[in-house]
Structures are given as structure tokens and as C-alpha cells.
């Protein structure tokens, strides 16, 4: 991967025709590698990887932006292709990769594309039986390379590097932006990457952005897992929201936090709950406008988030919250929430706030995400996250324990709570030796790395050697592909 | 009430006999098949959690064939030639060949392919798991979520105060089971 920046440039002139698909259990990421590097403005494509039916129209399957843009999430029943990650159900999965494929963004034939998928490590054989069949025989794209999603991650994250190398030149000039990871990053072979995914958690250490298989340790914890218990609690003890999974989703990521210390916490907001305290505006199906709901401002405070002021008193991670609010929210929420503020303001009607459901919520904010480094709670048997990197560490030559501990790398959705990296540090330096560096490095596009690295990676001079051609497999058979594809 | 004085003697085998001792109003007495049923709802419990479809009935093909079924009346009713309907009745079974090759569960999967005899030095699936934790488990409140102290006598989840214990015993006490 050294000839990185000399071999793109190579790839300038005959751009491979690859199509990357980063097959996530909640989004599906696609993008063809040739047109996003002619036109970044307009790079992807990202729908939910779910196919709905309501129950009126049995058989219509609604697809892609039809489904987050029905007008009635409550009536749609939606189904997953994917079981713990690994495609499953493929007749469902053809029809969302055909609406993909017809979509103005790619518009293209598979016969004439190559492919690149992502699957999570240890797909077994009888999983990818049918999946070469789809490819090969039904799409028939001209050749196919699985990755795991963590290594394409790792070669973004790595390139934004080589990008500005290239700009050397211009290092002088005031626009100039350093690198967003430290040199250490750059330089060592060694990189631990925790992709925190929607199905599981994945420990995945490279050598020289390969993964080492017989480290790899998985924790059955995912945003999936983290999603469902939320909308377990929420119902036991509020509203039933047994039925609105893609709801309780946005909610978990614009309102639960890790704590940095967790039984602290659990205490204190028994005592005093008012500063944990968050209201959710749920939404009103029948008003169009909002569909996903708002946190609900204080008219009295100037319109600050309740429980804001207070937070920063208990942890340090006010600034993140207020950061992950920010990137999750769409503009149009924005501009929902202003609105309502202004509307409650201008009105002062104490009505309309008691129409509208309320959602209040405690010590979920901080118990739900808290699995991911104790799954125990909930009576799953695995270590957590911080016991799963050491373990996995544990596994390799005594050589890389060093630079893997210095260079950790979290990826992935779940591992945009705010305060995660610093629970990590926490919890990793109760485990591991005082001698050992940790330092932990947050990706920065955490969803979409792995695209961007895919589309990175097909643009390679030398990518034809790690493929799998329609011609070899029809040679071959699938025993071809198993044995490339470890 | 004779002996009280014996009782005071000898205050360390009574507690004890106690502990060992089952209630018989319970369904199971054995303490054993008590502990397998508890896994079983631990179990079933996380199996929930971890599910990825909620509306997904048992049979993952059935209710696809029996949307495959009703286009099919629906083209009958349009044009119904008896050799149109031989055909399509090979390419409806082409069809439901296909899905049951493409479509598969994932546990069944698992299963078949006997992870269990590999040797222990290839890594799979199955050895992939992080190893249990060796702290113990913390306790929370079944109810509020809140740390507790205190264990139900009869379905042993746990509660925090006599409010959320009320509160269990009419929604969530799992005594009926035991």
C-alpha cells in the first residue's frame, strides 16, 4: 500500500470500472469508484438496507428513499435481508441492489461493472454459496472482491494522509489543514481497528492493512442490540414503541451518551434526576412536517437543552453531545426545531405542548450504549469491549502489542456516542500494562469510510490481482473465490 | 418450642438446611431443571434482542411464495391458456427452486457446518466470540433500571424498593413459569 499515491495517479488515465457496495445491516452504501472520482459533488448513494410493505398494499415492496419518506412509518413492516450481518435472504436483497443499480445517481449495468462488497469476517462457506451465484450467474458483473469493511476503513483513513503529500507544495500557504491523525497513525504498521457496526462489534488488528484472522474477536453487541433494549425500556416504562425501530433509532443517537463513569452516574441520577433529564418531543404522524421529533427546549431557559447546563458539571463530554446533535440533525430538523420554539414562544399555549407526546428519559441515556463495554448486563455472556481488545492483542506475536495499543482506531456508527473514546481509554488503561502507550484515534467519516476506501482501493494499478473474474468462476467454481477471499 | 434453648446451640445448620431447601409450592423443585429454565428465558430474551426482523414469521419463504401465488391467480384471470399455464407452472417452480438455494437461515447454516470439530488453532465464527468477562455481573433493577439490592423470591430478578417490587409483582413476575 506504500505505492499508493503513485499508483492512483497511474489510475487517472484508465479508471477501473468498479462498483462498491458497503452492504451495512442498517444502511447500504454505494457509490461507483470511477464517477465519484470525475465528480465528488454528487459521490454516493445511501439507503436503508430494508424493504417495507404496509398492510393495504401487501404486494408493493417500497424501497430506498420511498421508505424514509412514507408518510406513515407506524403502518410499514419492514424486513432486513441480513441476519447478524451476513446476507441471508437474497430475494429481498435483489430487489434493494436493483433499486440501487436503476437510481439516477448510478444508473448502470452490472455487466459491465466489477464489484466490491463488504461482509463481516468468518462468512461461512454456505452463506457465500449463494451469493457467488447472485453475482456471477444472475447480475453477472465482470468480477467480485469481498473486504471486510475495517480494512477499506483503514486505507481511507490512512490516505488522507498521502493527499497531502501530494499538496506539499502548498503546506506553506495559510489554507493549509494538517492531517487529521497524528504522523505516529501514519507511520505504523500496526493498526487495531473497533468497527462498531449495527449486528455486532468487531476487533479486527491489521499488519500492513492486512487483518489477522486469528485475532479477530466479535462482541454480539451492536446498534441493533443497543436499538431494541432502548425500545424494550421505553415500552416497558412509557409509550409502546415495540413498532417503530427506525424512530427509537434517531432517538438513541441524538440522546444517549457513555459515561465516562458509569456507576457515579447511575447514582447520582437516582438522587437528583433533574440534571440527567432529557423530554423528547415525539412526533405527530398526522402533522407531516416532523417526522422524527425534537429534544424539547426550555422557552424559559432561552431555548437551552434542559439538562445541558447541568451535564457539564457531571461530564465532560457537553461539547460532543452537542456536536452529535448537530451532525445528526438534518438542516430541515433544524429548522423544525426553531420553528416549534418560536411557535411556543410567539403562542405561549400550554396546550399544544400537552398534546404532543413526551417522551422523558433518565438514566436510559446512559445505561443503553453502557452495554457495549458490559454486555453482562443484560445477561450476554462475552467480555466487553475493552476485555475484547485485549484479548484480541493477547492473540498476536508479543511484538505488536506495543503499536497496536498505540494505535487504536474506532469505526463504524455506534462509535459516534460522545464519550466513547474517553470510556476506552479509561476502561483499556485499568487492563493493560502501565507501560504500554494507548492512544486512540476516531475516524472521521465513521459510516462512510469503508466506501471511500473501497472506492480508494479499485483504483489501484494492481486490483485485478486481488479479484475473482466471471471467467475464473466459471472455471473454477466458488472454491476459487473462498480460497481468495480468506 | 420445647427445644429453643437447642435452637440457639446450634445457630450454623439451620441456615443451612434452608438454603438447600426448595419451596414446594413451586412447579419445578428441582433445582437443577430451575436453573435450565432460567437460561432458557435468558436466552430467549437475548435471542429477542438480537433479532433482526420483527415482523418475520417462522417460515422465512412462506410469506414470499404466497405473494408469488397471488400474482400468479391475478395473470390466470388475464390470459388463461392451458399452454401458458404449463409453462408457467415449471417457471413458478424454477422460481421457489431458486429461493429456497438463495435464501437460508442462518442458525441452520451454523449448524450444518460444524464449527465444533475444527481444530482449535483455525479461527471461526464460533472461537471468534470475546471470552465472558471475569468480573461478576452487575444487578439492576428490573423495573427502573436503577442499581439494585434485593432479589424476587420467586422468579429471582432483581428490584430496587418495595414501589418497583409492587410494580413487578403485577406486570413482570415470571412466577407462573416456575
Known amino acids: 500500500m506504500s505505492s499508493l499515491s503513485s499508483s492512483t495517479n497511474q489510475a487517472n488515465t484508465t479508471f477501473n470500472k468498479v462498483l462498491v457496495l458497503d452492504n451495512g445491516a442498517y444502511n447500504i452504501k454505494a457509490s461507483t469508484s470511477h464517477q465519484h472520482l470525475t465528480n465528488p459533488s454528487n459521490p454516493y448513494v445511501i439507503i436503508p438496507n430494508q424493504v417495507g410493505k404496509t398492510k393495504k398494499d401487501n404486494k408493493r415492496n417500497i424501497i430506498g428513499s420511498d421508505l424514509i419518506d412514507y408518510p406513515d412509518p407506524s403502518e410499514l413492516k419492514t424486513r432486513t435481508p441480513l441476519e447478524k450481518g451476513y446476507i441471508t435472504n437474497w430475494t429481498l436483497e435483489k430487489e434493494i441492489w436493483d433499486n440501487i443499480f436503476k437510481r439516477d445517481e448510478l444508473k448502470i449495468k452490472p455487466q459491465e461493472y466489477g464489484l466490491l462488497l463488504t461482509e463481516p469476517p468468518f462468512a461461512l462457506e454456505e452463506v457465500r454459496k449463494p451469493m457467488y451465484e447472485v453475482v456471477f450467474e444472475q447480475y453477472k458483473f465482470k468480477s467480485l472482491y469481498l473486504a471486510t469493511p475495517a480494512s477499506l476503513g483503514l486505507i481511507h483513513m490512512k490516505s488522507t494522509n498521502n493527499q497531502q503529500i501530494d499538496q506539499q507544495q502548498q503546506q506553506l500557504s495559510p489554507s493549509y489543514t494538517p492531517p487529521p491523525y497524528s504522523q505516529s497513525f501514519y507511520q505504523s504498521p500496526c493498526h487495531l481497528v473497533v468497527d462498531c457496526g449495527y449486528s455486532s462489534t468487531h476487533v479486527i488488528p491489521h499488519f500492513q492493512n492486512t487483518k489477522l484472522n486469528y485475532a479477530i474477536k466479535r462482541i454480539n453487541v451492536g446498534g441493533k442490540i443497543l436499538t431494541n433494549y432502548f425500545k424494550e425500556i421505553v415500552s416497558f416504562r412509557y409509550w409502546d414503541m415495540m413498532h417503530e425501530t427506525r424512530l427509537m433509532n434517531t432517538i438513541k443517537e441524538r440522546i444517549c451518551y457513555i459515561s465516562t463513569d458509569f456507576i457515579k452516574d447511575i447514582v447520582t441520577s437516582k438522587e437528583s434526576p433533574s440534571s440527567y433529564k432529557v423530554e423528547y418531543v415525539l412526533p405527530d404522524y398526522n402533522n407531516l412536517k416532523d417526522k422524527a421529533g425534537y429534544i424539547r427546549y426550555d422557552a424559559l431557559k432561552g431555548g437551552e437543552i434542559i439538562n445541558h447546563g447541568n451535564n457539564i458539571a457531571t461530564n465532560g463530554d457537553d461539547k460532543q453531545d452537542e456536536k452529535m446533535t448537530d451532525s445528526n440533525d438534518n438542516d430541515d430538523n433544524n429548522n423544525n426545531d426553531k420553528d416549534s420554539k418560536e411557535k411556543t414562544v410567539k403562542q405561549n399555549s400550554d396546550q399544544q405542548e400537552e398534546e404532543n407526546q413526551l417522551l422523558t428519559l433518565v438514566n436510559e441515556r446512559f445505561t443503553v450504549p453502557e452495554l457495549l463495554f458490559n454486555p453482562s448486563d443484560i445477561g450476554i455472556n462475552q467480555g466487553g469491549l475493552a476485555e475484547a481488545i485485549v484479548q484480541s492483542v493477547n492473540l498476536t506475536n508479543p511484538n505488536l502489542h506495543i503499536p497496536l495499543y498505540s494505535n487504536i482506531v474506532l469505526m463504524g456508527g455506534s462509535s459516534q456516542f460522545p464519550g466513547f473514546k474517553e470510556r476506552l481509554q479509561i476502561e483499556l488503561r485499568k487492563l493493560v500494562q502501565p507501560e504500554y502507550e494507548i492512544s486512540i484515534h476516531q475516524c472521521q467519516e465513521p459510516i462512510l469510510a469503508p466506501l471511500y476506501g473501497g472506492i480508494r482501493f479499485s483504483q489501484l494499478a494492481d486490483y485485478h490481482k486481488f479479484t475473482v473474474t466471471k471467467q475464473e468462476y466459471d472455471e473454477h467454481g466458488y472454491n476459487l473465490c473462498n480460497k481468495r477471499f480468506y | ?178
Open chain 2, 1 to 178: 418450642m420445647t427445644d429453643t434453648a437447642t435452637a440457639t446451640a446450634t445457630p450454623i445448620t439451620t441456615p443451612s438446611k434452608r438454603k438447600s431447601e426448595l419451596s414446594k409450592r413451586f412447579r419445578i423443585n428441582n433445582e437443577e431443571d430451575r436453573r435450565m429454565l432460567k437460561e432458557k428465558i435468558q436466552n430467549a430474551r437475548i435471542e429477542a434482542l438480537e433479532n433482526d426482523n420483527e415482523f418475520q414469521s417462522i417460515d422465512p419463504l412462506a410469506d414470499d411464495d404466497a405473494d408469488d401465488d397471488y400474482q400468479d391467480e391475478e395473470d390466470d384471470l388475464v390470459y388463461s391458456t392451458p399452454v401458458n399455464k404449463r409453462k408457467r407452472n415449471r417457471e413458478r417452480e424454477k422460481k421457489r427452486f431458486e429461493k429456497k438455494s438463495l435464501n437460508i437461515s442462518f442458525r441452520d447454516v451454523l449448524e450444518k457446518s460444524y464449527l465444533e470439530t475444527y481444530p482449535e488453532n483455525v479461527p471461526t465464527y464460533l472461537t471468534a466470540t470475546s471470552k465472558p468477562s471475569p468480573l461478576p455481573p452487575r444487578h439492576f433493577c428490573s423495573i427502573c433500571g436503577y442499581l439494585s439490592t434485593y432479589t424476587c423470591k420467586q422468579c429471582s430478578s432483581k428490584y430496587c424498593s418495595i414501589k418497583c417490587f409492587n410494580n413487578h409483582v403485577e406486570y413482570r413476575c415470571k412466577r407462573s413459569l416456575y
